[in-house]
């Protein structure tokens, strides 16, 4: 009985199959090359892949459409490359019969996955289902028994053949090429997220930080108060992680984060006038934040240090020049404002600042003081012009200086101040007084008052004149509950609280101990 399986297919033609291929022309060169396993097909050359592949394709379907249909009597052309359905199992339960073909002969078409080749074959249903990312092009059809014409009974044992049976059932659907898919690799901060990190939990928040960290990146306009909910829930994960794999520097991002948050927090009460509590608005301040804060005691210092002339007046004056000119050591000045620093001689101040060669201006002191809004005066200030070599005093910009010589303008020119006609040391006290106070106003850091030799420095006046000066400060609503004893206590008013530079405490470094703490929101266990 094998005996007669084995002739019958012996008497069965081979199935057909062509395969077009797409190779390299040679070295340094984007040409392709494209041939076919058929005879009569000759050879092409083409530019580039794209091209090649376009044509191989073409050539293919060309022969798809010439070819005739699939014939029934035709047994696997797969059968010459090792198809696994054509393989004998080696194991204990190896089946029984030679080969499992089965169900109508078919024309299928099999693609590399990387595009080099594609290949047209005979084959049984079975095996085109077998065979990974193959596509049915045409399908046989089963020949019609002679009429009156029994089939004849097939023994136990007996390969089975597609023209001589009717496929049972549907044809199987072609299996679809495996799609290998890569672990998705997370990260966050730079750092890689394990894989295998537990609990779980913790490792889905990481991931879902640094997807909303670079969708805050792409964001057209800054939001601070988000920004801070996401860098306290970065620190609140990386404690966590670090406690789960006792990583020391993911405990310090874990606090840098926490700084960070805290940083951006105070930027968005500052902005929006929010107090840290939430439940008060803060003070809308004429100066924004920290930085311009340092940077007007900065310029005060500056004067203090080098101010060419003594006194009050003299400091003042030096104080407005040097605002007007930080940047670039030039400037624009009118009569106004010089008149308006309750000045009692301007006009010799001027001149004295020329002498010593401090200010120069293109006229005369009288020319200075005589210039109006439409027609300005330069003036240059030599010791605050930047050279190629060296960098200027102060380290702010160009568009900051302009707000800094604001505020002081403000300050000095204070509504009260003014109808006062208050002199020059009052109303420089004040300046300096609105540079040393905290957010709510105490005098000194944290409203434990200012040295009266310091402030005495500043204000380019003896100590025995303070008293003098804040009560009249106290007068005009400047400052309240004022006492001096070797510091100077008190409080600024509600009405000049938009004027101040609040002290900012220095950062300093986390300390081991507050290295070492972890923040439970994420559970470890």
Not at 19 to 44: F, K, M, N, W
Not at 281 to 296: E, K, M
Not at 361 to 390: K, Y
């Amino acid at each position: 009985m094998t005996q007669a399986a084995v002739s019958e297919l012996d008497e069965r033609v081979p199935g057909r199959r062509w395969t077009v291929r797409l190779d390299a022309a040679g070295r340094g060169s984007a040409a392709v090359r494209i041939s076919c396993s058929r005879p009569a097909c000759a050879e092409q050359r083409l530019p580039s892949t794209a091209a090649g592949r376009a044509a191989a394709v073409a050539h293919l379907k060309a022969h798809l459409r010439a070819a005739p249909a699939p014939r029934a009597g035709a047994y696997c052309a797969c059968r010459a490359d090792g198809c696994h359905t054509h393989l004998p199992d080696s194991g204990r339960n190896a089946r029984a019969e030679p080969w499992r073909c089965g169900g109508p002969v078919v024309l299928a078409v099999v693609t590399d996955r990387e595009g080099r080749w594609w290949q047209a074959l005979e084959c049984c249903s079975r095996c085109a289902a077998a065979i990974p990312g193959a596509k049915t092009a045409a399908t046989s059809q089963a020949p019609e028994p002679h009429p009156g014409e029994r089939p004849a009974p097939v023994a136990a044992g007996t390969p089975q053949f597609s023209d001589g049976q009717v496929a049972a059932g549907p044809v199987p659907a072609p299996r679809s090429a495996p799609v290998r898919r890569r672990r998705r690799q997370a990260k966050i901060a730079q750092r890689i997220i394990p894989f295998d990190l537990r609990p779980v939990a913790l490792r889905d928040e990481l991931i879902e930080l640094g997807d909303l960290f670079r969708d805050y990146q792409q964001r057209a306009e800054p939001d601070l108060a988000l920004l801070a909910e996401l860098h306290t829930r970065k620190a609140n994960a990386f404690a966590a992680w670090a406690e789960a794999g006792g990583d020391i520097r993911l405990r310090l991002d874990a606090q840098r984060a926490e700084q960070a948050a805290t940083a951006a927090l105070l930027q968005h009460q500052q902005r929006t006038g929010q107090s840290a509590s939430g439940t008060e608005p803060s003070v809308a301040r004429l100066l924004t934040g920290p930085t311009q804060w340092d940077h007007a005691r900065a310029v005060l210092a500056h004067v203090t240090d080098t101010a060419p002339l003594p006194g009050p007046q003299a400091r003042l004056l030096v104080m407005m020049l040097t605002l007007r000119t930080a940047h670039t050591g030039t400037g624009n000045l009118v009569g106004q404002d010089l008149t308006g620093l309750g000045l009692t001689e301007p006009e010799d101040l001027v001149a004295q600042l020329t002498d010593c060669g401090w200010l120069c201006i293109p006229g005369t002191p009288g020319d200075l003081l005589a210039s109006r809004p439409e027609n300005p005066t330069p003036i240059s200030v030599p010791s605050l012009t930047p050279h190629p070599d060296t960098s200027g005093p102060f380290t702010f910009g160009k568009k900051m200086r302009p707000k800094l010589s604001g505020w002081a303008q403000r300050v000095v020119s204070d509504k009260k101040l003014r109808k006062a006609k208050t002199t020059a040391d009052t109303r420089l006290l004040a300046l300096v007084l609105a540079t040393q106070t905290c957010a709510d106003g105490r005098l000194g850091p944290e409203g434990q008052g200012i040295d009266l030799e310091r402030l005495a420095t500043w204000c380019a006046v003896a100590p025995g004149e303070l008293p003098h000066l804040t009560d009249r400060l106290e007068a005009l609503d400047w400052l309240t509950e004022p006492s001096l004893t070797t510091r100077l206590t008190g409080l600024l008013t509600e009405r000049v609280l938009p004027l101040t530079c609040p002290l900012t405490l220095p950062a300093t470094e986390p300390t081991d101990d507050q290295v070492a703490v972890s923040v439970p929101t994420l559970s470890c266990e």
